[in-house]
T-cell receptor
Framework: TQLLEQSPQFLSIQEGENLTVYCNSSSVFSSLQWYRQEPGEGPVLLVTVVTGGEVKKLKRLTFQFGDARKDSSLHITAAQPGDTGLYLC??????????FGKGTSLLVTP | SAVISQKPSRDICQRGTSLTIQCQVDSQVTMMFWYRQQPGQSLTLIATANQGSEATYESGFVIDKFPISRPNLTFSTLTVSNMSPEDSSIYLCSGGLALSGEQYFGPGTRLTVT
């Protein structure tokens, strides 16, 4: 059972455009993590959000955790070809087990 | 962050054989996990590797098919036994940090079964 719904599943945009990826659940998470994965590599942790309503920025990437800690969003401003990859959200309940969303495959073309 | 290494990076194996994948993590990691991933898709947790005891398997995964060892805090192996083409996938090891619960991933092992 996929506890996290991630959308969109695929996204193809041109360089310079903005985009938002959503991660939604009916469950409350103690924390939520965002990863980016490039072909042939393992997922790389981008950010962890813990507090409801929290907003974190990583250069052109903005991450937000919902007030109820059930959902999150990733916004990319002025996307670049280097942003291309598979974006995964993962929620943690207790302990360390992560529940992954299905992922958003992003392609940014020059 | 944590450094996770994994080997082999890829292998092509014949049906009916077994492959053991090794994972080494740096010392700050307390939890270790094994995942399976089809290219371009999300990760499915196989099991949590427990130090000095049997791994904890998720639904749909059994010890006879995926035996896991973790003889010490920083090393674990996953064996894919009696392989069939359906086992072709990417196998990923991750290490979890105690305080934050964050997980860090190895580069993965791409397995092809012919």
């Amino acid at each position: 059972t996929q506890l996290l719904e991630q959308s969109p599943q695929f996204l193809s945009i041109q360089e310079g455009e903005n985009l938002t990826v959503y991660c939604n659940s009916s469950s409350v998470f103690s924390s939520l993590q965002w990863y980016r994965q490039e072909p042939g590599e393992g997922p790389v942790l981008l950010v962890t959000v813990v507090t409801g309503g929290e907003v974190k920025k990583l250069k052109r990437l903005t991450f937000q955790f919902g007030d109820a800690r059930k959902d999150s969003s990733l916004h990319i401003t002025a996307a670049q070809p280097g942003d291309t990859g598979l974006y995964l959200c993962a929620g943690a309940h207790s302990g360390y087990a992560l529940n992954f969303g299905k992922g958003t495959s992003l392609l940014v073309t020059p | 962050s944590a450094v996770i290494s994994q080997k082999p990076s890829r292998d092509i194996c014949q049906r009916g054989t077994s492959l053991t994948i090794q994972c080494q993590v740096d010392s700050q990691v307390t939890m270790m996990f094994w995942y399976r991933q089809q290219p371009g898709q999300s990760l499915t947790l196989i099991a949590t590797a427990n130090q000095g005891s049997e791994a904890t398997y998720e639904s749909g995964f059994v010890i006879d098919k995926f035996p896991i060892s973790r003889p010490n805090l920083t090393f674990s192996t996953l064996t894919v036994s009696n392989m069939s083409p359906e086992d072709s996938s990417i196998y990923l090891c991750s290490g979890g940090l105690a305080l934050s619960g964050e997980q860090y991933f190895g580069p993965g092992t791409r397995l092809t079964v012919t």
